[in-house]
Structure formats: C-alpha cells, structure tokens
C-alpha cells in the first residue's frame, strides 16, 4: 500500500510511526523541531489517517508498506522514532532491516506491551464524548478540562490536564481518532491476543536505543518500557514522573532536550 506521508526539513533521516490510534500529525510535536536538522518522514500507517483501507490486514503489512516508502524515497540509512505502537513497529524494523536501522528511540513502548487499565464505564465514555466535543470547540477551556476532562478516560492517557495537553488533543488526538479504521484496531487487537513478546529477540538490536516512558502510563505500563531497556543492549532509559501514555504532549519541552541530548551523542549534525 503506498502511504500517505509527510516528508519535512533536510538532513539525516528519522523515520516517524505514530500510535493507535494516530496519524502522521500526531507527530508534529516532535518533527516540528526536528526538521530543523533532519529529515523527517511521518507516514499515516495503513488504515490510519490518510492512508485508508476497506480490507483487513495484519500486523506484519506495516512493515512492508513502510519499506516500500523508503524505497521510493530512496532511504537507505535512518533512525526511527516510534510512539506506542510506532515503536514496536520501530523494533520489528531493526530487526527485520538491521543494517539499515541505525538508532532507535522508542516513545511510550514496549517488546512486551502490558496495560494496566481499568474497566471502562458507560460514564467513562460520555464524559470523555463531550470532554472531547467541547475541546474540539474550545481547546484548553479550563472549565471543560475541571468539569468533564478529569472524569473522563483522558485521565488514564495524561497525568498533567494541562491546557498545552488539551490543544494537542484538539488539533491531533480528535481527528486521528475519527480517521482511525476499525481494521487498523482489528490488526492490533489480533496481535495483542496471540501474546506478542519480543523480548527474547533484543539482543539482536544493537544501534544505540533512546528509551523514554511515563511513570504512570497504564496503557504500556512504565515497568514493561523499563524492562525492554534492560533487554537492549545499547540504550538509555528515562522516565518521567508523574506522566502517563501521552507523555510528550504533557512535557513537550522536556522530552525534546533529552532527544536533543541523545541525538548530540550518537548522530550529532
């Protein structure tokens, strides 16, 4: 499948693969400064975003088609920086093409995904329905974000209800969501079941590794990122506190020094 992709800045490149559910602009708030000394390419994976699909597909097909897109665009060495589920992609790719995958940093991730959430109410939905209807309207509205932001499932994907969180939210979370297909979530779903566990195979990954993670994520819990660092010989592992499964649009700031930092060692421009 030929992707639809955001290719932006010049420079080496880095390989950007957003979450479920998620699209390339979910990326922007790391590519939006690291186009400033790199090459960033931000594909909408098969059945998100733009790139729409109307069969179902497995797993593995996204690997494919985002080799396919590097071969189009001629990229033949890159990093790559994946959130959630662009990070396992992220590790399936170094594996799979290790000669080409030259450094990793894994967002949110882990080898051995476990979640911690609990059930989800009837409440749980209505409040995140209209919590996300009013800040689509008003991004960052202080009364929304009191009233119904912190009863609703947001309250599991960020620690922080921050306005900063909740324009993010608004400009991105809102209408990945929407264009996010049911056989997008068929594919993980299916996946999740058969118990995937890449642990055993790590110590195949030997470029160097940024891991970073929240503390209190209950989607990929801090302690399964944790582990998938100790399993990788090469990396480097932050958590932050008080933090959770949207970390990056919590602490933009932070998280884009310690990029910087660990691109300055191991790829400096």
Request: include cysteine.
């Amino acid at each position: 499948m030929r992707l639809h992709r955001v290719v932006q800045g010049q420079g080496y490149p880095i390989l950007c693969l957003h979450g479920h559910p998620g699209n390339s602009r979910c990326m922007r708030v790391f590519t939006a400064e690291l186009a400033k000394r790199f090459t960033t390419i931000s594909p909408d994976l098969r059945g998100y975003g733009h790139s729409k699909t109307n069969t179902a597909f497995a797993m593995a097909e996204h690997l494919d088609d985002v080799a396919a897109l590097l071969k189009e665009l001629g990229t033949q060495q890159y990093l790559i920086l994946g959130w959630s589920l662009g990070g396992i992609l992220a590790m399936e790719m170094a594996l799979r093409y290790p000669e080409q995958v030259t450094g990793l940093i894994l967002v949110a991730t882990a080898a051995r995904p476990r979640g911690n959430h609990p059930p989800i109410t009837w409440q749980d939905n209505l409040y995140t329905a209209i919590a996300s209807i009013l800040n689509r309207l008003v991004p960052g509205w202080q009364w929304n974000i009191d009233t119904f932001g912190r009863r609703s499932l947001y309250r599991h994907l960020i620690q922080q209800h921050t306005q900063t969180a909740y324009q993010h939210l608004a400009d991105e979370a809102f209408t990945a969501f929407l264009q996010t297909s049911k056989f997008a979530g068929q594919a993980l779903n299916s996946a999740i079941r058969q118990g995937y566990n890449r642990l055993p195979d790590l110590d195949q990954i030997t470029a160097p590794t940024l891991v970073l993670c929240g503390e209190r994520d209950r989607h990929i819990t801090a302690a399964a990122s944790q582990e998938t660092a100790a399993h990788l010989p090469n990396s480097v592992l932050q958590t932050y506190p008080q933090t959770a499964h949207l970390f990056p649009w919590e602490i933009p700031t932070q998280v884009l020094v310690d990029m910087d930092d660990w691109l300055a060692q191991h790829f400096p421009v």
